[in-house]
């Protein structure tokens, strides 16, 4: 299984790749986004990490060319900047995971494996989920409700799935970190209140009936009160 590590620390970059490859992964390395950019373009990678502060251009703007070409290659983003702010910004630039500086190895490979098996796994699903006057298109990956058509992000788009599926349950920030979006839930984090006050103004604020509900202390719900 073939990797991509762009780090512009001499250090981090020969322990990361020395630990992923005795545990078996082939890894190419880049010092500086242009050369990871480069390397991302002409081959095929099960799983690109890199950190945000490298020079040439950084993960962010990396992260977003990678994005911009169609190309759904998995990205972990590592960073020493761990404020809630920035683990946004990294996801909305399409990264899948982030790792906050300094972080233990094994905790980086439960991450790698985690996301290289998701990157394996191929849906041919083509479908219409509904609730109430909610319709969303997993083909398509439209949203409307009410007729009105309603853009979500990627990360919103798939946390409104997981909530149409199990409408009615109350749902907890850390099934929602681990199930919809394949990351360990950190509990100094509020990324999961932001995304879903996100989704909340997008689906809700417009409309009469509120479908998105919080259970203080406990989740979120899908449902009709």
């Known amino acids: 299984m073939k990797l991509l590590l762009i780090e512009d620390e001499p250090k981090t970059l020969q322990s990361v790749k020395q630990g992923l490859e005795e545990n078996g992964y082939e890894v190419d390395i880049a010092y500086d986004g242009l050369i990871g950019r480069q390397l991302a373009k002409n ?18 703007e990396l992260c977003r060319e990678i994005r911009s070409w169609g190309d759904e290659t998995p990205i972990l983003m590592l960073t020493a900047l761990g404020t809630t702010d920035d683990k946004v910004t990294g996801l909305d630039a399409g990264a899948d995971d982030y790792l906050v500086k300094p972080f233990e190895f ?12 998701r990157g394996t796994t191929v849906s041919h699903t083509a479908q219409v989920l509904r609730f109430a006057d909610l319709e969303v298109s997993l083909d398509a990956k439209t949203v409307h409700r009410s007729g009105n058509k309603i853009n979500l992000t990627a ?31 950190d509990t100094g984090t509020n990324v999961i209140e932001v995304y879903v006050n996100y989704l909340r103004k997008k ?11 919080t259970q203080f202390g406990m989740g979120y719900v899908l449902k009709i009160e």
Request: glycine share 6%.
């Open 106 to 117: 094994k905790e980086l490979l439960a991450r790698v494996r985690a996301l290289t098996k």
């Open 43 to 60: 081959n095929t990678y099960q799983l690109i990490i890199s950190d945000i502060i490298i020079p040439g251009i950084n993960g962010i």
């Open 203 to 213: 689906i809700d604020k417009d409309y009469p009936v509120k479908l998105i509900h």
């Open 155 to 185: 990360r919103e788009f798939n946390l409104l799935v997981y909530l149409i599926r199990n409408q009615g349950r109350v749902i907890s920030k850390v099934e929602i970190a681990e199930q919809v979006w394949d990351i360990g839930f």
